[in-house]
Structure formats: structure tokens, C-alpha cells
């Protein structure tokens, strides 16, 4: 059984960065595609980000492109999501998960790709 942890959110100022982490226990994440997930108030949970297991590749929404930077070490068992230039619009709870058997094509699709969840970390950004 995989269990993610996640840390890192909190209330940050426009402009500002932050870096969010996902731990996880039970299960090496080696082997399997991570991705970021974010849900705002009101809408739907949309994928961020997504990074290959097999070379680290690393895909990005739209939305994410220019902020928004997806890493693991896999010594430490660990991704991370480094936002930078945050808005208010960036304000949502956000997610990491695993998929056992996708990868980062297949990533936008969460109710078939996700397999794990971690419990969310709020990040709100305002002045």
C-alpha cells in the first residue's frame, strides 16, 4: 500500500514562491509516472504537471508551462511542485498522486489515471 504525504502549502503573496512536496511510503515511487493535480473552489480537480519514470520527462498543462516546475529524488522517495510568480488565481487546494500502470499521456484524465492520492495542500494566494 502506497501512502503520500504532502507539505509545503500555505498563504503566500502575489508574486511569491512556494514548493510543494510529496512523500511517499509503502511503495517506491521508481517505477511509476507522478503527477500534480489542483482543485479551486467550485471546479473540477485539472492536471498541472507530470513526470516520466522512465527519463524524468516532464509534461505540463497550459496553465503551467511558465511557473510551474515538476521534480523527484527518487533517494528520498519524493516529488515536488516548485510554483514561482504565484497569482490569485493559482489559489486551490493541490493534489500529487501515482499512477500504477499510466504515464503522463494519459494524465489529465484523473478518475482513470490516478491510482494514490496524497491528502491535498492548501495554497491560497493573496495580499
Known amino acids: 500500500q502506497l501512502v503520500l504525504v504532502e507539505s509545503g502549502g500555505g498563504l503566500v503573496q502575489p508574486g511569491g514562491s512556494l514548493k510543494l512536496s510529496c512523500v511517499g511510503s509503502?511503495?517506491?515511487?521508481?517505477?511509476?509516472?507522478l503527477g500534480w493535480y489542483r482543485q479551486a473552489p467550485g471546479q473540477d480537480r485539472v492536471g498541472i504537471s507530470c513526470?516520466?519514470?522512465?527519463?524524468?520527462?516532464?509534461t505540463y498543462a497550459d496553465s503551467a508551462k511558465d511557473r510551474f516546475t515538476i521534480s523527484r529524488d527518487t533517494a528520498k522517495n519524493t516529488f515536488y511542485l516548485q510554483i514561482t510568480n504565484l497569482k490569485p488565481e493559482d489559489t486551490a487546494r493541490y493534489y500529487c498522486?501515482?499512477?500504477?500502470?499510466?504515464?503522463?499521456?494519459?494524465?489529465?484524465?484523473?478518475?482513470?489515471?490516478?491510482?494514490?492520492w496524497g491528502q491535498g495542500a492548501e495554497v491560497t494566494v493573496s495580499s
Open positions: 509503502g511503495k517506491s515511487l521508481d517505477y511509476y509516472d
Open positions: 513526470i516520466s519514470s522512465r527519463d524524468g520527462t516532464a
Open positions: 498522486a501515482v499512477s500504477l500502470n499510466g504515464d503522463c499521456t494519459a494524465h489529465a484524465n484523473y478518475r482513470q489515471w490516478v491510482d494514490y
